[in-house]
């Protein structure tokens, strides 16, 4: 089983349309909680940290779950920029450095 | 501010031959980390430096690939001799300190092809 699984998509969307990624992660233990955006061929950036207590920045909502080691990425009023591979990345370390274990990624793709 | 620098962005060679990859970090930034994604894999980690020492080296794959930083500063990373899976991106990532939260910066990578 993989430390961090998601769907691989494509998620084929039009603009404006709401769009919702998740990502499961199997130690339960893990510390921090992210998600990356990578373009195609570029390096991955982060977009946002997801806290226990949901997080929101702009049209990106992030939740986590720790329960059900559960992580989501709501994108509403989708824009054709958003078009990405959108990763899930854990840390599971204790020690506060910087180990990520990262998903292989959901690709989204919008459309006009 | 510059970013992290990767050098050579891509990479052709032959199976059996040696590459040397290299990563200049953000300046003043103590943490460096290699990652690698080979294809139709996930992104991975490779190992972490602290300064010029070796924190973690647990995602080495084996020991045909060498990673250094001394003086704490820029690092390189050999691979020798290279084999064709080793084929895949090649991340250097650094961070100013250690902490839950603290966020690090990816180079563009350095894109190697063994054929």
């Known amino acids: 089983r993989k430390e961090v699984e998601q769907d691989p998509g494509p998620f084929n969307v039009p603009e404006g349309a709401t769009v919702a990624f998740n990502c499961t992660y199997s130690?339960?233990?893990?510390?921090?909680f992210f998600w990356y955006r990578q373009d195609c061929r570029k390096e991955p950036k982060l977009l946002m940290s997801?806290?226990?207590s949901g997080n929101e920045d702009g049209r990106f909502t992030a939740q986590l779950n720790r329960a059900s080691q559960y992580i989501s990425l709501l994108i509403r009023d989708s824009k054709l920029s958003d078009s990405a591979t959108y990763l899930c990345?854990?840390?599971?370390?204790?020690?506060?450095?910087?180990?990520?274990?990262f998903g292989a990624g959901t690709r989204l793709a919008v459309h006009p | 501010e510059a970013g992290v620098t990767q050098f050579p962005s891509h990479s052709v060679i032959e199976k059996g031959q040696t590459v040397t990859l290299r990563c200049d970090p953000i300046?003043?930034?103590?943490?460096l980390y290699w990652y690698r994604r080979v294809m139709g894999k996930e992104i991975k980690f490779l190992l972490h430096?602290?300064?010029?020492?070796?924190?973690?080296e647990s995602g080495m794959p084996n020991n045909r690939f060498l990673a250094e930083r001394t003086g704490g500063t820029y690092s390189t990373l050999k691979v020798q001799p290279a084999e064709l899976e080793d084929s895949g991106v090649y991340f250097c990532?650094?961070?100013?300190?250690?902490?839950?939260?603290?966020?690090?910066?990816f180079g563009e990578g350095s894109w190697l092809t063994v054929v």
């Open positions: 990532a650094s961070s100013p300190e250690q902490g839950f939260g603290n966020t690090i910066y």
């Open positions: 130690n339960s233990a893990s510390q921090s």
């Open positions: 997801v806290y226990s």
């Open positions: 990345v854990v840390n599971p370390s204790s020690g506060g450095y910087n180990k990520l274990i």
């Open positions: 300046s003043g930034h103590d943490n």
């Open positions: 430096f602290v300064k010029e020492s070796k924190q973690d």
